[in-house]
C-alpha cells in the first residue's frame, strides 16, 4: 500500500488497495519462507514437518493433543509427521508423568539445532524489516495480523504470547 494513505483513510480503502495488500502478504510470505523450504526440500521435508519442529520448540514437552490443537490439522497428518520427526532423531516422544496415555514431545539436540536453521533467517528477515518499518509500524502490523484471526485462533495465539510457548 501507498506511502500516502494516512490512517484515517485506512477505513476507506478501496478494492484496488486491498488486493495490493493481499498480494503484498503472497509476496511477503514466499520470501518469509523461502530459505527454510531450501533446507526442508534437501531433507524431504515440508512446511508441516516445520511447524511442528516450531511449536514443540516453543513448548518443550507439549503434548500430542496440544500440537494438534495449535497446527488445525488431522492426527493421521500430524502423526505422519511426527513419526518421521522421531524416526530420523529430531523429535522425541515420551510418556506423560500424570498420564501415561499422553505423549510428550522435545526437540532432541539435532531438532534444536534444525530448529534454529530453520528459523535463524525467518528472525533476521523479520527483525530488518521491523527496524526499517520503525515501532509504530511494527505495533499496527501485529494489529492488523491479530484483527486477521479468527476468534478462537485469535485466543489461542493471545496464550501462547502470555505463556511464552
Known amino acids: 500500500m501507498g506511502e500516502g494513505i494516512r490512517s484515517e483513510n485506512l477505513l476507506y480503502l478501496t478494492d484496488e488497495q486491498l488486493r495490493q495488500g493481499i498480494e503484498a502478504m503472497y509476496f511477503a510470505y514466499r520470501g518469509f519462507t523461502a ?5 526442508l526440500e534437501s531433507m524431504a521435508y515440508g ?8 511449536f514443540i520448540n516453543r513448548a518443550p514437552g507439549t503434548t500430542v493433543t496440544n500440537l494438534l490443537a495449535i497446527l488445525g490439522v488431522t492426527k493421521q497428518s500430524l502423526n505422519r509427521v511426527l513419526r518421521t520427526l522421531i524416526e530420523d532423531g529430531l523429535v522425541e516422544s515420551r510418556v506423560g508423568t500424570s498420564d501415561r496415555r499422553e505423549r510428550n514431545l522435545y526437540l532432541t539436540e539435532t531438532g534444536v539445532a534444525l530448529e534454529n536453521r530453520l ?5 533476521n528477515r523479520m527483525r530488518s524489516a521491523f527496524r526499517d518499518a520503525g515501532p509504530e509500524a511494527v505495533a499496527g502490523f501485529r494489529r492488523v ?3 486477521m484471526m479468527d476468534g478462537e485462533l485469535r485466543r489461542q495465539y493471545l496464550s501462547l504470547r502470555e505463556t511464552g510457548q
Open 47 to 54: 512446511r508441516a514437518h516445520h511447524r511442528a519442529i516450531h
Open 119 to 123: 528459523s535463524d533467517s525467518q528472525r
Open 145 to 147: 495480523l491479530e484483527s
Open 35 to 39: 530459505d527454510p523450504d531450501r533446507i
